[in-house]
């Protein structure tokens, strides 16, 4: 009788997860998020090694002929890890802290070599939460437009889940918020679909993209609460890509040199 064949990817049977309220506040300052947007091939990493940087899906190839471990990996994308599964080994490889969803990390064969924190959808607080102060750290869309939509939202504690806005670089930003940071540098978040990713070449995979069809819908508008409920004094967000689809009154933009003098 012939041997089964084995499955070529072992499910991780023993997971090691963190609770996210172990990393809450455990950072200050400033931060860079790197997505995958075209202008991300200009940004200097080498320069700015000292500040902390949250990356996610393939933008870890920026950091692969570096010194520079990522502060944290994010990846809402269960189908990455089979589309390209050589980035997203050295993500695990590589990260100090990892936020996956957890059926993601347990079917992988790959378990991550930092912290691993595993994702959960927030839940939009009713009016009767929002009325009591319950949730407080969930900013939600109350408007009679959202209701019975997917919640337009932005978590400011990621034990308490995070507010899906079809762009994992949106999760990276609550991530930072969560983690402490106060001033937020936005590296790659172009946001057009055309112009690719670029880690992608002709000849590579290329996972897919839906950045036009929510654009509109739930992009946009997730940037624009953030904007209008959560940044102020104390938390700051910066885009240093100028071929970004936000706008500068959502997101302003900063050159890098105005970047080196903010950073020190």
């Known amino acids: 009788m012939k041997p089964m064949p084995r499955n070529p990817v072992e499910p991780v049977q023993d997971l090691h ?3 996210f309220e172990a990393c809450r506040n455990i950072a200050t300052g400033a931060v860079f998020i790197i997505a995958s947007g ?31 471990r990522p502060y944290f990996y994010a990846c809402t994308d269960k189908s990455f890890s089979q589309q390209q599964p050589d980035l997203f080994k050295h993500a695990m490889a590589l990260s100090q802290r990892v936020a996956l969803w957890e059926d993601h990390a347990r079917s992988t064969a790959i378990p ?23 949730h407080s750290a969930l900013v939600a869309n109350h408007s009679l437009r959202s209701l019975g939509e997917r919640p337009i939202g932005f978590s400011k504690d990621m034990s308490e889940g995070f507010f899906d806005a079809r762009t994992v670089a949106y999760l990276a930003i609550q991530l930072a918020f969560h983690l402490g940071f106060n001033q937020v540098f936005l590296v790659g978040v172009d946001l057009d679909e055309n112009a690719g990713r ?27 609460l953030m904007s209008e409920k959560v940044v102020g004094d104390d938390f700051r967000v910066y885009n240093l890509s100028d071929a970004s689809r936000l706008p500068e009154d959502v997101v302003p933009y ?11």
């Open 17 to 19: 997860t963190q609770r």
């Open 38 to 68: 075209a202008s991300a091939k200009s940004f200097p990493l080498a320069q700015f090694a000292h500040v902390p940087m949250i990356t996610m899906n393939g933008a870890i190839s920026m950091f692969l002929n570096s010194n520079v």
């Open 112 to 134: 991550p070599s930092g912290a691993l924190y595993t994702l959960t959808k927030a839940k939009k607080p009713s009016w009767i939460d929002s009325a009591l102060r319950r």
């Open 198 to 224: 670029f880690y992608e070449t002709a000849e590579s995979n290329h996972s897919p993209c839906g950045l036009d069809q929510h654009f509109e819908t739930r992009i946009l508008p997730s940037f624009k």
């Open 254 to 264: 900063v050159t890098l040199a105005e970047v080196e003098g903010m950073v020190g």
